[in-house]
C-alpha cells in the first residue's frame, strides 16, 4: 500500500511563513496530480493547490501570490510553502496523491496525509 506523511505544520503570527512537506512512499509506480487540501471548522474541505507531474500547478484564489506548491518526483514528495499568512488560512492541511500503484498500475486511486494543523493567530 502507499502511506502519505506530512509535516511542517504549526503556530505562526500574521504575516509569517510554513513549509509543509509530504513524502509519499510504498509500492508506487507513478504519482499523477498531488495536492493540498484544507478543512476548517464548520467548512467544507477545500483544495488549496496542485500540481500535476509535468510541473502544472492550480491554486485557490486566496492564495494566489502566497502559497507555492512544488514537487520532488526523485523523492516522491510534494511542499507547500506559505507566506504572508492570514488568520483565515488557520485550518486542518490535507496531502493528498493521485498513485499508480506497483502491482496494480492500470487504475489511479488517491491516498491522503494523515492531515497537519496551521494556525495563524496573533
Known amino acids: 500500500q502507499v502511506q502519505l506523511v506530512e509535516s511542517g505544520g504549526g503556530l505562526v503570527q500574521p504575516g509569517g511563513s510554513l513549509r509543509l512537506s509530504c513524502a509519499a512512499s510504498g509500492s508506487i509506480f507513478v504519482i499523477n496530480t498531488m495536492g493540498w487540501y484544507r478543512q476548517a471548522p464548520g467548512k467544507q474541505r477545500e483544495l488549496v493547490a496542485e500540481?500535476?507531474?509535468?510541473?502544472?500547478?492550480n491554486y485557490l484564489d486566496p492564495v494566489k501570490g502566497r502559497f507555492t506548491i512544488s514537487r520532488d518526483n526523485a523523492k516522491n514528495t510534494v511542499y507547500l510553502q506559505m507566506n504572508s499568512l492570514k488568520p483565515e488560512d488557520t485550518a486542518v492541511y490535507y496531502c493528498?496523491?493521485?498513485?499508480?500503484?506497483?502491482?496494480?498500475?492500470?487504475?489511479?486511486?488517491?491516498?491522503w496525509g494523515q492531515g497537519t494543523q496551521v494556525t495563524v493567530s496573533s
Open positions: 500540481i500535476t507531474s509535468g510541473g502544472s500547478t
Open positions: 493528498n496523491a493521485e498513485v499508480l500503484a506497483k502491482l496494480f498500475p492500470a487504475i489511479a486511486r488517491d491516498y
